[in-house]
């Protein structure tokens, strides 16, 4: 087992040097090394300055971007299948998705001049379709497939009024927003990578702490009673810390689908279902599979970039269907 995750980290190093040398402008992987780990540390540096400056103000914070992105969406999937116990669970099955979508596109096209950041129009319109989830789970909230159900019902209803605001924006903003809804991390920037650092550390310490609760819920919840778990706040309390998660990542790079739902499915492949191993390979697993999506979406087509949505959406499409024909009799 412990060989998975080292072979795991090292395809991950792999990955961070080539996607930084990957580009317009070829960069050799002794330069990528010696910028990222030696110069800082040293007073004398053979990297050329225009190469230096590549690494650092623009691939560098992308590239870190898009390993926390997918890290993020990849064990907000894996809590969200196991609480559920459904392997298709992911972010924009719940809303979620698609409300912190709404809540940024909200801020972006109509109130930026009111001082509300993207960050908290996305959180709150997380937040926002959980409680709506909630609303319409009623009673029934401890029944998984009403909540999975109300789930769905709220995510077309909330995409239905983000291309409602789509259709009446203007030429040029809906353009942007459209291009911002697929996914993109061109714009990505030190400034901006704190936030979603910290809510990926945070929420994967909570992970990490409940992970034994985790595998009493996927015994059944009958069986998480007895070993004497708060089942239904402790599904509440995770959909929430998924909510939140999700929404500064929609609120950062913009909506991405299916990271959620294939890499958990992968990550269980390798070392099973108990949170503790899991939640790992996900982070390891997720952050790499990202990578190497931005580095499709930038070398894909000629002097253009695919907004990185596409690229997991047609990988994800393939994925879902092989899941719907070989793996969905499976209990995970």
């Not at 190093?13 to 002794?30: D, K, N, R, Y």
């Not at 402790?234 to 810390?241: A, E, H, N």
């Not at 929609?250 to 279902?273: D, E, K, N, S, T």
Request: glycine share 8%; with cysteine; hydrophobic share 60%.
């Amino acid at each position: 087992m412990l060989i998975r995750y080292i072979l795991s980290l090292g395809v991950l190093a792999f990955s961070l040097v080539a996607a930084l040398s990957i580009g317009s402008v070829a960069i050799p992987p002794t330069d990528v090394v010696n910028s990222v780990f030696f110069c800082p540390f040293s007073s004398v540096c053979e990297v050329p300055e225009l190469t230096d400056k590549i690494l650092w103000q623009i691939r560098l914070p992308r590239v870190l971007m898009a390993l926390m992105t997918g890290s993020g969406l990849a064990v907000t999937g894996a809590v969200l299948q196991a609480i559920t116990r459904n392997p298709l669970a992911d972010p924009y099955l719940f809303g979620i998705s698609s409300g912190a979508a709404l809540g940024a596109v909200i801020v972006l096209s109509a109130v930026t001049a009111a001082g509300v950041s993207l960050t908290m129009g996305a959180l709150l319109g997380g937040l926002f379709a959980v409680a709506l989830m909630l609303t319409l789970a009623g009673r029934s909230v401890a029944k998984v497939e009403r909540l999975l159900l109300s789930g769905v019902a709220v995510s077309f209803m909330l995409s239905a009024f983000t291309s409602l605001i789509l259709y009446y924006s203007d030429p040029n903003t809906a353009a942007s927003l459209l291009f911002w809804m697929m996914g993109s991390f061109a714009n990505s920037q030190w400034s901006e990578l704190p936030v979603p650092a910290f809510f990926l550390l945070a929420g994967v310490s909570l992970f990490v702490v409940f992970r034994r609760w985790f595998f009493a819920v996927l015994a059944g919840d009958d069986s998480a009673f007895a070993l004497g778990v708060p089942v239904n706040y402790f599904r509440l309390g995770m959909l929430l810390v998924c909510a939140a998660m999700t929404a500064v990542i929609v609120a950062h790079v913009g909506g991405i689908g299916f990271v959620g739902l294939m890499i958990p499915h992968i990550a269980r492949f390798l070392v099973g279902a108990q949170m503790q191993r899991l939640i790992p390979m996900c982070l390891l697993i997720g952050g790499v599979f990202m990578i190497w999506v931005d580095v499709l979406a930038h070398s894909l087509l000629a002097y253009q970039v695919l907004p990185v949505g596409i690229v997991t959406s047609a990988i994800g499409s393939v994925f879902f269907f092989f899941i719907l024909k070989y793996r969905a009799h499976n209990d995970y």
